[in-house]
Structure formats: structure tokens, C-alpha cells
T-cell receptor, first 115, second 115 residues
Framework: GAVVSQHPSWVICKSGTSVKIECRSL??????MFWYRQFPKQSLMLMAT?????????EQGVEKDKFLINHASLTLSTLTVTSAHPEDSSFYICSARDGRGYEQYFGPGTRLTVT | AQTVTQSQPEMSVQEAETVTLSCTYD???????LFWYKQPPSRQMILVIR??????QNATENRFSVNFQKAAKSFSLKISDSQLGDTAMYFC????????????FGQGTRLTINP
């Protein structure tokens, strides 16, 4: 089956620093990738949608200058949390969709802790 | 905009029992996809079952089946012969076929299977 990986699985950073999370589709070409944020015991909140080679489309209320998304290739998307603060601590999940657009495959998630 | 509602925040049943999780949605589209995802403690999102709206037949996957009522916009998940490994958060999700085709998630139901 289609596999999506995320790296790192857990990252701790200091307030004010930036952290980058990678999302890779391992065995298919992901024309579209999605980034979600999940707080404890809550549902997934879509942050942004990115298409390969295009600028990401951010959901309302998501700061595009804070959460930088790059989808430079058909197998890699990155989320950079800039000037992270403790309130950015959360679980970030990416998912990828192939060209058929039928199903999304989810990565295992990244736990971000900002101290 | 589409919305997905799961009215049962938590459910608990004994092992081997049958349990039904409820989901309702709202959309003006006539064709779409519905999904049930499982998120175990590992937090990896796992697709349990999908239903295509234009198919009248309810989808089944081994012990998992759905009751899709298109007119009522209802999409419940039935788990038969429940197992301890079924303990997880379950999310109902909607995906339209127009526009960005984003997954819209419900709030989730925390299901606990007791031995």
C-alpha cells in the first residue's frame, strides 16, 4: 500500500527558533499534500493544502508567514514553523494524495514541543 | 460548506459485542465520498472503510460495515465481534468531488473495548 513518512516523529525546540517537518510519499507521486494540526483529544484541523510546484493554500485563520509550506517535488513537502512559541506545541500530521484524487494517505505524525 | 457531526464523544463496549458509531453530514453535493478512519494510541490514521455516494450498496470490510442513508445524510459504522485492538478514536470524514476535494472530519468518537 501507499506509504507516507514524516520526519522527525518528535521534536523539542526552544521558543523563538524554527523547526522543519518533512513529509514524504515513499511509493507514489503525491500531486497534493495536506497538513493538519491535532490538539489532544480533538479532531484534525486542516492547516493548508499544497500542490506540487505551487504555493500552498492556507485555511482561514492559519498564519502563512508562521507556517511555511513547501511542496517542491512530487514526493516531498515540508512544514516550517517559524519563531515557534509554546502555543505551537501540537501534533502535526501530513497526508498525500496521488493524481487520481481518490484517497489520502496519512503520515504517522510529528509531535512538536516548544519550551 | 460541508460539515460532519459525530454526536457520541465516547463509547465503551465489552469484547465480542457489536457497536455502532453515528455520523451525520451536511452537503449540497450529489456525489461525494465518505470515510471512517481509526486513530489508535499510536496516532497513525488508518482508513477503516469508504463509501461512494453514488453506490447504494453499503460498504463492508470484514467486521466493519456501514449503514449509508443518503437521503438522511447519515453514515454509521458498525463493528461486529469487537476486539481489544479496536480501541481507538474513530473519525468520520467527507470528501466532495468538486474544488479542492478536502477531507472534512467529524469531532471523533473515542471507542473503548473492555476485556
Amino acid at each position: 500500500g501507499a506509504v507516507v513518512s514524516q520526519h522527525p516523529s518528535w521534536v523539542i525546540c526552544k521558543s523563538g527558533t524554527s523547526v522543519k517537518i518533512e513529509c514524504r510519499s515513499l511509493d507514489f507521486q503525491a500531486t497534493t499534500m495536506f497538513w493538519y494540526r491535532q490538539f489532544p483529544k480533538q479532531s484534525l484541523m486542516l492547516m493548508a493544502t499544497s500542490n506540487e510546484g505551487s504555493k500552498a493554500t492556507y485555511e482561514q485563520g492559519v498564519e502563512k508567514d508562521k507556517f511555511l509550506i513547501n511542496h517542491a517535488s512530487l514526493t516531498l513537502s515540508t512544514l516550517t514553523v517559524t519563531s515557534a512559541h509554546p502555543e505551537d506545541s501540537s501534533f502535526y500530521i501530513c497526508s498525500a494524495r496521488d493524481g487520481r484524487g481518490y484517497e489520502q494517505y496519512f503520515g504517522p505524525g510529528t509531535r512538536l514541543t516548544v519550551t | 460548506a460541508q460539515t460532519v457531526t459525530q454526536s457520541q464523544p465516547e463509547m465503551s463496549v465489552q469484547e465480542a459485542e457489536t457497536v455502532t458509531l453515528s455520523c451525520t453530514y451536511d452537503t449540497s453535493e450529489s456525489n461525494y465520498y465518505l470515510f471512517w478512519y481509526k486513530q489508535p494510541p499510536s496516532r497513525q490514521m488508518i482508513l477503516v472503510i469508504r463509501q461512494e455516494a453514488y453506490k447504494q450498496q453499503n460498504a463492508t470490510e470484514n467486521r466493519f460495515s456501514v449503514n449509508f442513508q443518503k437521503a438522511a445524510k447519515s453514515f454509521s459504522l458498525k463493528i461486529s465481534d469487537s476486539q481489544l485492538g479496536d480501541t481507538a478514536m474513530y473519525f468520520c470524514a467527507f470528501k466532495g468531488v468538486q474544488g479542492a476535494q478536502k477531507l472534512v472530519f467529524g469531532q471523533g468518537t473515542r471507542l473503548t473495548i473492555n476485556p
